[in-house]
């Protein structure tokens, strides 16, 4: 059975959300959705699929099976409960909402309702990622930079949400461990939301994982750092690489090995739509979930209100 699938929000990232799906062999794109009605059509005449102004309109037209929810964080809660109402299972875009109990609320509803609610955690379907995930991993410390240089382009939350969230659930899902201490900082520059945050998570079980990502960089940088007791691995998130390093005893000292496995590439985009797809078909489990995008969401959700009250008096100056 071929997934019949609509895009709501075809802006920078739905309109490649609406591409991937024409791609797709198992996947019908039957239309797209925008409240910028013609942004809609410039993306549906591109693609040949016919465009509505709503997502009820494009619901009531074409009945898809499942939609792609690519709207602004603000109205992730709202648009993804209405389509898991009217029968749709649902892909909705990082963060799954803005607050933890709306996404609760989804969780439930798509039970209820036996739907498949999958949260657009990306850097999952990264082939770097992919590549560790599938290796022996027992980090000791992680740390994580994502930077890049200001564009305006996300106003409606801070980095956090935008940026951080992704790197919270990479490593919550390299940890095996509950969550002990969070401590974090934060600052605004050019937004009325934090541009700039910085976190430590420390794991029960010992295990260290640092965060920093930031809007107001000179370059761009999307790396990942594991260190284990006995080598160390170097993920690049932007050229899907992974590079090993490691120390080993000769006769002559300590002599350093590194090593850059070579594993097949893929767009991740792609990649997770098909693992949408396919849990549509099939009825499957996603690989980031709702109870996976819940987690992060928390975790988010902490650092956000560290990052307000423990800086209090420069929030209310500089934001």
Known sequence: MTARIGVIGVGHLGQHHARIYTELLDANLVGVADSDIDRARFIGEHLGVP????????????????????????????????????????????????????????????ARKNLVLQVGHIERFNSAIRYISGIKCEPVYLDSRRTCPFTGRINDVGVVLDLMIHDIDIVMSLVNSPIARIAATGACVFTDYEDIADAQITFENGVLAHILVSRCAEKKCRQLEIVERERQITINYEQQTVQISRCVNNPDGQVEIRETPVFPKSEPLKLELADFVRCVREHGRPVVGGNEGKRALEVAVEILRQIHEGNAKSVRRAC
């Open 51 to 110: 465009a509505y102004s709503s997502l009820e309109e494009l619901i009531r037209r074409k009945s898809p099976d499942a939609i792609s929810v690519v709207v602004p964080t603000s109205q992730h809660y709202a648009i993804a409960k209405t389509a898991l109402e009217a029968g749709l299972h649902v892909l909705v875009e990082k963060p799954v909402t803005i607050r933890p109990e709306e996404a609760g609320e989804l969780l439930d509803l798509a």
